[in-house]
């Protein structure tokens, strides 16, 4: 890192901080050129009980064990270790043994204090590079991380331009050679010094998410040293009764489809806790349906199923999605609605057949940037009841989509570009609440719009452009501060507010014009002014020539002719 970040904010950005573009979403007011907002990083560091069980467990377990078992900080406190959380109580104590923790109940062997010496010395790593991130920073947004990124490309390609016009550039007639090349190399030096400068922030940024990303893999591994250290401890934790259950559900469904080709599956509502590797292997199936069961994890085998189009995951406990789902070139309709999904990952973007895509009621604070890129045949786009604060700007390329809904969600604003949806029909942009204050012009530009939720935000007018609207025939705007158009106007109904909006631009137009011909009569005068006064100059200078040469003549008519005779 360089000693490049050091996240100190000298003021907090709030949550209702809006997202800029440029680096002013990074530079805020307060802020020195490292010290970027909390809104914009997860402040997550500590290693989630659900992903890792046996590693939180045996960290939260380290003050009570002692730092000379750790191989830690060698500065740190015998009796508390300020990069713990507080101790648990130890379960063969008196005092909790009649409540012992989840975990010890479902792997007595934690209890065994070799083993859980062993598997604290193995986790040292972990506890000193926290340690480290704790100083440096959480973790960046995703979008800042992406904002990081495309500053780095631009400042790349203004550098190729300025360097490519220093080359060009003619060298003066008056300069020497060797003097010139001096100036450009100097000026070379100039130009990539102060790319550099610029370069820095974003650097520092990336860097550090990808510091935390090597955090987020050294977890994954201390997690899996955990339970090899377990298993051989002659212990594994499993539920085998609820396994046998599963398997003898799951388990028809693979022979019957050794049997014929499947292409229907609907397991939905069986409490399954996970699926078998080897469902991957029905090639053949068409529509898959898991929904309102209990799983945590999809199986990375999914991808086998080439031929899938329907697949619906809703009602689970997914906390992410696998990569290899991006495989499904065939996928038209995915549900993962009502999940604990905090990101979608980047390749489903690649599953470019989808017509619906339902990610709501999870816990999402971002879309991937570029779905909308690549997701052009997408007809139905559900978000809402997540945690969403804007939209990516490539959603406006998704030419083919007639439904969105976004309601309740953090929503700032939406993006210019939401004006090239000119299919749209139906967008609910209904509760988010103190968030969302104002419209783009380009909503205008949504001529085939039909029902339109505003309702529980902070609108307080409505765009110029809103009169275009023509086919709007549902509108809502209650429990919003509306102050354009007047509140009986919006009381009247839709045909009414789209008048009143279309009157109001007709009038802006007018005055436009007004303004414009104004400034042309303005700009006409001025030239005829100007145009009068350089003919005189003009008729002046021939004047001035003129009578210079008669008086020059006058003056050659009369010399002495004396000066003339020969010495």
Known sequence: MGGNVIITPKQRITSKTPLHSERSVILQKGFSICQIPTPFFALEMDPNPKSYPLLS????????????????APDSDPGFDL????????????SSST??????????????PNVLASMAHSVSDVAQTRSVLQTLGPRPDHEVVDMARSKLGEIEAGLS?????????????????????SHLADKEQQIRQQAEKEKSIYKSILQLDEMHEAYGKLLREAEDRLVKIYE??????????????????????????QGR??????????????????????????????????????????????????????SNLLESLPDSIGLLQNLKILDVSGNKLNALPDTICHCRSLIELDVSFNSLSHLPTNLGNELGNLLRLSFHLNKIRSLPTSVGEMRSLRFLDAHFN???????????????????????????????????????LKELDLSNNQIQALPDTFGRLDK?????????????????????????????????????????????????????????????????????????ERVSSYLGAAEGSRRDPYLDEPR
Not at 60 to 72: D, E, F, H, N, V
Not at 487 to 497: H, K, S, Y
């Open 472 to 544: 709007l025939t549902k509108l809502n705007l209650e429990q919003n501060p509306i102050v354009i158009p007047p509140l009986e106007i919006v009381n009247q109904g839709v045909d009414a507010v789209k008048t009143f909006m279309a009157k109001r631009w007709l009038d802006i137009l007018v005055e436009e014009e007004r303004k414009c011909m104004q400034e042309v009569n303005e700009q006409a005068q001025t030239g005829w002014l100007t145009r009068s006064t350089s003919w005189l100059k003009n008729y002046a200078s021939v004047v001035s």
């Open 83 to 94: 990069e713990q959380p507080p101790p648990v109580p130890n379960p063969s104590s008196p």
């Open 99 to 112: 409540n012992p923790p989840q975990i010890v109940d479902q792997m007595p062997y934690l209890s065994h």
């Open 57 to 72: 467990y045996v960290m939260s377990r380290l003050p009570s064990i002692g730092p000379s078992k750790l191989a830690s």
């Open 232 to 257: 051989k401890a002659g212990k594994v934790a499993e539920n085998t009764e609820v396994v046998e259950e599963v398997n003898a559900e799951v388990v028809g469904v693979l022979e019957e489809a």
């Open 410 to 448: 953090e929503l700032c604003g939406l993006p210019d570009e939401i004006g090239r949806l000119t299919n749209l029909e139906i967008l609910n942009l209904s509760s988010n609440f103190t968030d969302l204050r104002e419209l783009p012009d380009t909503i205008g530009e949504l001529t085939n």
């Open 161 to 181: 331009k300025s360097l490519e016009e220093l080359v060009l550039s003619p060298r003066p007639v008056d300069v020497d050679r060797l003097e010139w090349r």
């Open 261 to 314: 080709g499947l292409e229907r599956v609907d397991l939905s509502g069986k409490k399954l806790r996970f699926l078998p590797e080897a469902f991957g292997k029905i090639s053949g199936l068409v529509l898959l349906n898991l929904s309102s069961n209990q799983l945590v994890v999809i199986p990375d085998s999914i991808a086998g199923l080439e031929k899938l189009e329907e697949l619906n995951l809703s």
